[in-house]
């Protein structure tokens, strides 16, 4: 935990909060701060900046908070990825996340295992704490947005052109014929991810259709997590 992320439902005023739990013990354990102690903070949707430790009792502390500073810029990228396995969707989240990505679209492809979508890792509440723990490590404070959608085709038909309207759309796939990866800077872009296997033919037309420019990432097949953190260090 590389900052303190603070809550609105930890404000006590406009600039104190109380902090307990999860975030109390690494204070105390991990930190071992005491009062009078400062800690890099940032609040949820807000600035970064310090925290200075007023009051310290055996299960919470009172923190008061200096925050002057912006999160850091957002990465231009959108990341559409097929549904991967349970665990390896925490990875994915955590490597794009902490890069800057804030928004994700999980879909169902044709190699996309069934059961992939009764896993308790695509619950709110679990996802919600996946992405703090992110944010505390990166040392950001906006949260990202996530959206699943179970069904291809309806997705790329219907939702895909809203996405891609006046951005970049490029669909990783290994073809012979597709463009070699290219930084994209500044450029508003939407990253289409197949499972490991990678799209089907019909799969990889529909997204062409949509104005997909299909781009390589080299003759070996990769797992999931190796593909994404392959593509978004050559993007980035």
Known sequence: ?????????????????????????????????????????????????????????????????????????????????????????????????????????????????????????????????????????CVDTVPWQIHFHRFFKPFAEDILPGLAAGRELLAFHPAPDADEIKPVHDRETVVCLGPEGGFTDYEIQLLTEQGATRVSLGPRILRSEVALSFLLGKLL
């Open 1 to 137: 935990m590389n900052m303190i992320l603070i809550e609105n439902c930890d404000l006590i005023d406009g600039s104190r909060a109380v902090i307990t739990g999860r975030r109390f013990d690494h204070i105390r354990g991990q930190l071992r701060k005491k009062t009078g102690d400062e800690c890099k903070c940032g609040l949820l949707n807000g600035n970064i900046g310090t925290g200075l430790i007023t009051r310290l009792d055996a299960d919470s502390l009172t923190i008061e908070l200096q925050l002057a500073a912006p999160p850091p810029p957002a990465a231009p990228l959108i990341l559409v990825s097929a549904l991967p396995r349970p665990k390896t969707l925490r990875k994915m989240l955590h490597y794009a996340g902490t890069l800057g990505v804030k928004e994700f679209h999980f879909i169902g492809t044709f190699k996309v295992e069934k059961s992939y979508w009764d896993s308790p890792f695509l619950e709110p509440d679990f996802l919600n704490q996946e992405m703090r723990l992110a944010l505390e490590q």
